[in-house]
């Protein structure tokens, strides 16, 4: 029954992604630092400057979490769509993951070559043991054994000016894609009891701050490295959420 559930996922993926196809972006809110908001409906909006504080879409107020807070950049590719209907909200929260066998459809689809840069505001991802940063994308085992995967490449600021790459292979397939996000099942979901900050457990892909000579990251900037499945209007990497493993609020102080 899994490698159907699997194929099931991945065709209503691809049908509600062509339910979606040639949809307007939605409309989104301009927030400042100042708590002042505007309305904004065309893609110009999303292209705002990550090192900014006075300009994203905002997921509002909420109590100290460890997931991503703030869009700050996104350029969405060809074959994008695919959860712009609910964008920015369905990046902001934990992971809603749907097991090893299939892949969940609360994820954004960036389309080829398509960039977002998120910001976490109330807890930012310092440099402790082990993995600091997960990144959940919607990849699955498939019939056989082999891993559907759908890649990006990872960037990390403190003040979304400097940017530090993680080097990733989207091209070694036989090595599992090292160093790019999207390459492992996402385990976590909202009522399955399973940590979405244990990367022992959770599921998606960590990132240790460590291999970027990194000590504390505010931004957090995906890119599809363009090898990825492109069709419809799920094209692409699909991001599900980010969260911190190792956390530090912004005045350094623990959680």
Same mark, same amino acid.
């Given at each position: 029954?899994?490698?159907?559930?699997?194929?099931?996922?991945?065709?209503? *993926?691809?049908?509600?992604?062509?339910?979606?196809?040639?949809?307007?972006?939605?409309?989104?809110?301009?927030v400042?630092?100042?708590?002042?908001t505007?309305?904004?409906?065309?893609?110009?909006?999303?292209? &705002?400057?990550?090192?900014?504080?006075?300009?994203?879409?905002?997921?509002?107020?909420?109590?100290?979490?460890?997931?991503?807070?703030?869009? &700050?950049?996104? &350029?969405?590719?060809?074959?994008?769509?695919?959860?712009?209907?609910?964008?920015?909200?369905?990046?902001?929260?934990?992971?809603?993951?749907?097991?090893?066998?299939?892949?969940?459809?609360?994820?954004?689809? *960036?389309?080829?070559?398509?960039?977002i840069?998120?910001?976490?505001?109330?807890?930012?991802?310092?440099?402790?043991?082990?993995?600091?940063?997960?990144?959940?994308?919607?990849?699955?085992?498939?019939?056989?054994?082999?891993?559907?995967?759908?890649?990006?490449?990872?960037?990390?600021?403190?003040?979304?000016?400097?940017?530090?790459?993680?080097?990733?292979?989207?091209?070694?397939?036989?090595?599992?894609y090292?160093?790019?996000a999207? &390459?492992?099942?996402?385990?976590?979901?909202?009522?399955?009891?399973?940590?979405?900050?244990?990367?022992?457990?959770?599921?998606?892909?960590?990132?240790?701050?460590?291999?970027?000579?990194?000590?504390?990251?505010?931004?957090?900037?995906?890119?599809?490295?363009?090898?990825?499945?492109?069709?419809?209007?799920?094209?692409?990497?699909?991001?599900?959420?980010?969260?911190?493993?190792?956390?530090?609020?912004?005045d350094?102080?623990?959680?």
């Amino acid at each position: 029954m899994r490698p159907l559930l699997a194929l099931s996922a991945l065709l209503a *993926l691809c049908a509600c992604a062509g339910d979606s196809e040639n949809l307007p972006l939605p409309q989104v809110e301009i927030v400042d630092g100042g708590g002042h908001t505007d309305a904004g409906t065309d893609a110009d909006a999303g292209s &705002t400057d990550a090192g900014a504080s006075d300009a994203g879409v905002d997921a509002g107020v909420r109590p100290v979490d460890p997931f991503a807070d703030r869009v &700050t950049e996104y &350029t969405f590719g060809d074959q994008a769509g695919f959860g712009q209907d609910r964008f920015p909200d369905v990046v902001f929260g934990p992971p809603v993951g749907a097991g090893q066998h299939a892949g969940s459809l609360d994820v954004l689809s *960036l389309g080829k070559g398509g960039s977002i840069t998120l910001e976490f505001t109330d807890l930012l991802a310092v440099d402790g043991p082990g993995v600091d940063l997960l990144v959940f994308e919607n990849a699955f085992e498939k019939y056989g054994g082999d891993i559907f995967a759908e890649t990006a490449r990872v960037s990390v600021s403190d003040d979304g000016a400097i940017w530090h790459d993680f080097p990733c292979d989207p091209s070694d397939k036989d090595g599992g894609y090292p160093g790019c996000a999207g &390459t492992h099942p996402v385990l976590s979901a909202l009522d399955n009891g399973v940590s979405p900050l244990d990367p022992a457990v959770a599921g998606g892909d960590g990132f240790d701050l460590a291999d970027v000579g990194l000590a504390r990251a505010r931004f957090v900037r995906l890119t599809d490295t363009g090898l990825n499945s492109y069709g419809g209007t799920s094209g692409g990497f699909d991001l599900d959420a980010l969260a911190v493993v190792n956390g530090q609020l912004p005045d350094g102080g623990a959680p």
